[in-house]
């Protein structure tokens, strides 16, 4: 999908690839700005295998020693269809003009399967399941767990773990190396304006 200008509207990239995190990093560094707060909305409930991508994300961002990105929805702490209302309130509430990447979990032909989308413009949660929930994200990424067809929420229900937790990882990775792009920027912006 391309757009008037010819700058792409998404990227797949597949996880299977060896440059995955490198690539991810880069495609989500030409869209952020170091001025906002950046903010991981991780979508997906731990009570499903395959919507448990972005807890997972989310958890294991939060073993990494984060100093630049906001995470919101890990194992623990899931936001899922009767939280993110009230998720996406709070992080408006609370961080001025905040840079969304919201993430979750999707379904399509076995072709995307351990890939991602990076699209540019809003994610909408639940779509596969025909949940009406709000839009969100200044750019999404989608990670295809399995593919679609009959029955989604069985599907989804028995996705392989080893799938989400490696695609869960690689993704994690990826928005690490933006955190320690997003801390060497800043490192330089004080360096500059300490001369």
């Known amino acids: 999908m391309t757009s008037i200008n010819n700058r792409p509207t998404s990227m797949n990239l597949p996880t299977d690839d060896t440059s995955f995190c490198l690539n991810l990093f880069n495609t989500i560094k030409e869209t952020i700005n170091a ?3 950046i903010i991981i909305l991780c979508i997906g409930t731990d009570r499903s295998t395959g919507d448990s991508l972005g807890p997972f994300i989310g958890h294991y961002l939060s073993l990494k020693p984060l100093s630049k990105l906001h995470v919101y929805g890990t194992i623990d702490q899931p936001v899922h269809a009767k939280n993110l209302h009230e998720t996406i309130k709070s992080i408006y509430q609370t961080h ?8 979750d979990a999707a379904l399509s032909s076995m072709s995307k399967v351990k890939s991602v989308d990076v699209v540019y413009g809003p994610l909408l949660p639940g779509a596969a399941l025909q949940k009406e929930l709000p839009a ?4 999404s990424i989608k990670g295809y ?3 679609s067809g009959f029955m989604e929420f069985s599907i989804l229900q028995n996705t392989r773990l080893s799938v989400v937790i490696k695609m869960a990882k690689q993704i994690a990775q990826g928005l690490y190396y933006t955190d320690v792009y997003l801390k060497h920027q800043s490192s ?5 304006g300490a001369q």
Not at 136 to 139: F, L, W
């Open 35 to 37: 001025d906002q707060p």
């Open 96 to 103: 001025s003009n905040p840079y969304v990447i919201a993430i």
């Open 136 to 139: 969100v994200g200044d750019i």
């Open 145 to 147: 767990v399995n593919v």
């Open 188 to 192: 330089i912006f004080k360096l500059k």
